[in-house]
Antibody, heavy 115, light 112 residues
Framework: EVQLQQSGPEVGRPGSSVKISCKAS????????MNWVKQSPGQGLEWIGY????????DYAEKFKKKATLTADTSSNTAYIQLSSLTSEDTATYFC????????WGQGTLVTVSS | DVVMTQTPVSLSVSLGGQTSISCRSS???????????LYWYLQKPGQSLQLLIY???NRFSGVPDRFSGSGSGTDFTLKISRVEPEDLGVYYC?????????FGAGTKLELK
């Protein structure tokens, strides 16, 4: 059974960074890209970008190029997203989603930016 | 960015009834390879998203045949027949061909 298990909720201070994990199981991690999606009340669903775990290749939506960094650890079958220079606009739930179809999704990780 | 316009914003339907959701894209979603990269997802209350339909009309594994997708180019429709309680939630269309990939704003399906 394919599962994407995301790390727990995060609270970050303005200007700081947070790193969320997405641990994959039930399939060969390097066979599929991993997408990241942001869901916020004001902006709805936004595609952040994806990483190809096999080659480490990444692609980002222009809006998130300076905000998000996607990485993957093939030894632990885990994808990561780091969000930097946090502002209130980054308060949202972040999802990982496998492959170009989004066939499987993590449960989401709530990031709250608060001083 | 490609704008995905979903209508209506909300729907009220009776159990066992039928309904449809429209999604219109601001650009054609047809790839040069002939595929059309339009997807439909359902987000049940308090849950993550789940894939229903990929490439316009293909049901994902385990999705009941009560769900059907159709359309071409820039106009797409998701039809739900014989609505059941587990169908309630927010439906999103999504395009996966033009960067950045974009979602519709969602259609909330509620019980009448």
């Amino acid at each position: 059974e394919v599962q994407l298990q995301q790390s727990g909720p995060e609270v970050g201070r303005p200007g700081s960074s947070v790193k969320i994990s997405c641990k994959a199981s039930g399939y060969t991690f390097t066979d599929y890209v991993m997408n990241w999606v942001k869901q916020s009340p004001g902006q709805g669903l936004e595609w952040i970008g994806y990483i190809d775990p096999e080659y480490g290749r990444t692609d980002y939506a222009e809006k998130f190029k300076k905000k998000a960094t996607l990485t993957a650890d093939t030894s632990s079958n885990t994808a990561y997203i780091q969000l930097s220079s946090l502002t209130s606009e980054d308060t949202a739930t972040y999802f990982c989603a496998r492959d170009g179809y989004g066939t499987y999704w993590g449960q989401g990780t709530l990031v709250t930016v608060s001083s | 960015d490609v704008v995905m316009t979903q209508t209506p914003v909300s729907l009220s339907v009776s159990l066992g009834g039928q309904t449809s959701i429209s999604c219109r894209s601001s650009q054609s979603l047809v790839h040069s390879n002939g595929n059309t990269y339009l997807y439909w997802y359902l987000q049940k209350p308090g849950q993550s998203l789940q894939l229903l339909i990929y490439k316009v009309s293909n049901r994902f594994s385990g999705v009941p045949d009560r769900f059907s997708g159709s359309g071409s180019g820039t106009d797409f429709t998701l039809k739900i027949s014989r609505v059941e309680p587990e169908d309630l939630g927010v439906y999103y269309c999504y395009q996966g061909i033009h960067y950045p990939y974009t979602f519709g704003a969602g259609t909330k399906l509620e019980l009448k």
